[in-house]
T-cell receptor, first 112, second 116 residues
């Protein structure tokens, strides 16, 4: 059975801190890993990672994949209160790129 | 551009009552459609997905059913709600890609269901 595990489950930091969120996976015939940010309602897409060692970057957020060790990290530098959210990672199932298995999410709280 | 709508936004229903949640997508044709449930603000559990009208795959046995009467309409239903059906229900869509590639899924605003 495909499995995606995120850590930590929750994290509280102060504005300006840098955080690293972790996502490990056990997925047969791995093809990609996705990160989403969920503030109050709809998760919004952040990154899709398919290749090891190639960093994807968007502003203060960046992510990288290690296909050998089967994990990904999401880094947020100079955190702001607006970064407070649940961060979800997901991987498609071995049988279909359309069926995603999600991790439990990391609840990030950034205090002023 | 594509948009996805869900309604209602919140719903409080008694145990044993029926349920109908609706999701519609605009600005795309023949999307893949999905229903997820999220309990207590944690990870998402895939309930159903559909690759076309009338084509529904169920991921977990449960008290719910789904239908896709039109290309861009996806409905989640129950005949008799249970307390355990409470949660945040999210609809999502994606553009189907060729085998071996991953669809990026885009989510609607969700419906928060409380069963009392």
């Amino acid at each position: 059975e495909d499995k995606v595990v995120q850590s930590p489950l929750s994290l509280v930091v102060h504005e300006g801190d840098t955080v690293t969120l972790n996502c490990s996976y056990e997925v047969t015939n791995f093809r990609s890993l996705l990160w989403y940010k969920q503030e109050k309602k709809a998760p919004t897409f952040l990154f899709m990672l398919t290749s090891s060692g190639i960093e994807k970057k968007s502003g203060r957020l960046s992510s990288i994949l290690d296909k050998k060790e089967l994990f990904s990290i999401l880094n947020i530098t100079a955190t702001q209160t607006g970064d407070s959210a649940i961060y979800l990672c997901a991987a498609p199932s071995r049988t279909s790129g359309s069926r995603l298995t999600f991790g439990e999410g990391t609840q990030l709280t950034v205090n002023p | 551009s594509q948009t996805i709508h869900q309604w209602p936004a919140t719903l409080v229903q008694p145990v044993g009552s029926p349920l109908s949640l609706e999701c519609t997508v605009e600005g795309t044709s023949n999307p893949n459609l999905y229903w997820y449930r999220q309990a207590a603000g944690r990870g998402l559990q895939l309930l159903f997905y559909s690759v076309g009208i009338g084509q529904i795959s169920s991921e977990v046995p449960q008290n719910l059913s789904a239908s896709r009467p039109q290309d861009r309409q996806f409905i989640l239903s129950s005949k008799k709600l249970l307390l355990s059906d409470s949660g945040f229900y999210l609809c999502a869509w994606s553009v189907p890609l060729t085998s071996g590639l991953t669809d990026t899924q885009y989510f609607g605003p969700g419906t928060r269901l409380t069963v009392l």
